[in-house]
C-alpha cells in the first residue's frame, strides 16, 4: 500500500471543545490538509518538541523514547493507518535491528513520539480520500490577499478599526442534517477560507455521512 508523507502545518485551540486542539498535518507533495482533534496533554507535548522546548522533567512521550533507547528499539516511522467511523488509528513502526514490528497508537501520542525521534509521518490514500481537506490555489491567493490588505495598515489599532467597518463574512452554521449539500459545501469553503479546520473537519464528516 503506497505511504503518502505529511508535515505537521500547525495546531489550533478547539472552538466548540474546551480542551482539545486542532492538529493540521498536510499533504508533502499535494494540497490536502487532515485536521485532527487532539486532547490538551498531547498537543502541549507535539508544541514542546517542535518548539525544541526541554522540560523540567520527562513527560510521557519523553519516558518512552528514554525506554526504547534503553532496550535499543529504533522508531523508524509513524503511519495514520485507518479512519473507522470517524475516528483516526495509527501504528509506530519499530525495529530492534533484526526484526520491525508495529505498536497501535493513538495518530497524536504517534506524533509526539515520531517527532522526539525525528521519522517521517505518513497516511495512505484511503485515509485522505475520506478525511483530507482540500485547499485550492484560489482559497490560498485569497487567504493570501486578506493577509496583504491587513498588512498595508500603519498601526494595530487601525487594524481593528478597519475590521469593524468591513462587513462581516456569514459564520458557517453547524452542521445539520437539516443543511442542504449545497450549502455544507459552501460552509466548508468558508472554513477553509478562514482556515477554520476544526470546523471544516465537522463540516467534511456530514458531507461524507451524506454519501454513504
Known sequence: MKKIPLEILGLSSSQSQSGSFALILGEKHGNRRLPII???FEAQSIAIQIEKI???RPLTHDLFKSFAEHVHVAIVEVVISDLKEGVFYSRIVCSDGATTFDIDARPSDAIAIGLRFEVPI???EAVLSEAGIILTDEEENESGTDDDQDDDDDQDEEDADDATRRPARPEPRDPSGQVSLDEL???????LEKEDYEKAAKIRDELNKRDR
Open 185 to 191: 459545501t459552501k460552509m466548508l469553503a468558508q472554513a
Open 122 to 124: 505518513f497516511t495512505v
Open 38 to 40: 487532539i486532547g490538551m
Open 54 to 56: 526541554s522540560p523540567n
